[in-house]
C-alpha cells in the first residue's frame, strides 16, 4: 500500500480566488473525507465520498466542493476564498469494511 | 451532543512515565473510538482504537480504557519515550443512515515527553 498522498503540500491564495486540493487514495480504499483542521483544533469534517458520490457533509457552505475518480483520486474545491479559511486540508480514506482512516499529510492552505 | 471533550490540553511527562488523555463524549449512538498521534506538519496517524463492547485493549505501550456508563475513555502511554512527544487526538464516530463515517475530534493534546 502506498498511503495517502496530497498535493500540493503548500499553497497560498488570495481572498476571493477559488483553489483545488488533490488527494490519491490508497488502491482499494472507496471512501475518501475531507477535514480542516484550524491551526491548534482538531480536525473538523467537511465532507465524504463514497464510490464516486457525496454521501454525508459537515457544517460547511456550498463553496466548498469535492469530486471523487474511479482511480480513487479526489478533489477538494473552494471558490470565494476567505481568510478563515486558512488551514490545514486532511484527505482521508478507508476501504469499505474498516472503520479506520488513513490520512494524508494534508495541505496547508494560507489566504490572504 | 456531537461534540467529544479532551483534556488536558497540554502535558509534559518524564521519560519512562505514563502518559494519561481523557475524553468525553455525549452521543450514545457513536460506536468507534479512535486515537490519532500527529506530528507538526504531518497528518494524524492511527495509533490504536476501541468498540464500546470492549472496556480495555492494549497495543505495546498504548492502553484504551473504555467506560461506556460515563461515557469516557482514555489512552495511557505506559513508559512514555521523547519520541512519543506530538499531539493526541481521539475520535468518535458512527454509521449515518446515508452511510457516512464522520469523525468528531477532540481539540487534542500536546504531549512532550522531557528525556
Known amino acids: 500500500e502506498t498511503g495517502v498522498t496530497q498535493s500540493p503540500t503548500h499553497l497560498i491564495k488570495t481572498r476571493g480566488q477559488q483553489v483545488t486540493l488533490r488527494c490519491s487514495s490508497q488502491s482499494g480504499h472507496n471512501t475518501v473525507s475531507w477535514y480542516q483542521q484550524a491551526l491548534g483544533q482538531g480536525p473538523q469534517f467537511i465532507f465524504q465520498?463514497?464510490?464516486?458520490?457525496?454521501?454525508g457533509r459537515g457544517n460547511f457552505p456550498p463553496r466548498f466542493s469535492g469530486l471523487q475518480f474511479p482511480n480513487y483520486s479526489s478533489e477538494l474545491n473552494v471558490n470565494a476564498l476567505e481568510l478563515d479559511d486558512s488551514a490545514l486540508y486532511l484527505c482521508?480514506?478507508?476501504?469499505?469494511?474498516?472503520?479506520?482512516?488513513?490520512f494524508g499529510s494534508g495541505t496547508r492552505l494560507t489566504v490572504v | 451532543q456531537q461534540q467529544v471533550k479532551q483534556s488536558p490540553q497540554s502535558l509534559i511527562v518524564q521519560k519512562g512515565g505514563i502518559s494519561i488523555i481523557n475524553c468525553a463524549y455525549e452521543?450514545?449512538?457513536?460506536?468507534?473510538f479512535p486515537w490519532y498521534q500527529q506530528f507538526p506538519g504531518k497528518g494524524p496517524a492511527l495509533l490504536i482504537a476501541?468498540?464500546?463492547?470492549?472496556s480495555e485493549k492494549k497495543e505495546g505501550r498504548f492502553t484504551i480504557s473504555f467506560n461506556k456508563s460515563a461515557k469516557q475513555f482514555s489512552l495511557h502511554i505506559m513508559d512514555s519515550q521523547p519520541g512519543d512527544s506530538a499531539t493526541y487526538f481521539c475520535a468518535a464516530s458512527t454509521r449515518s443512515v446515508s452511510g457516512t463515517y464522520k469523525y468528531i475530534f477532540g481539540t487534542g493534546t500536546r504531549l512532550k515527553v522531557l528525556a
Open positions: 452521543n450514545t449512538a457513536f460506536d468507534y
Open positions: 482521508a480514506s478507508r476501504r469499505q469494511a474498516n472503520y479506520g482512516y488513513t
Open positions: 465520498y463514497y464510490r464516486e458520490e457525496e454521501n
Open positions: 476501541i468498540r464500546p463492547d470492549v
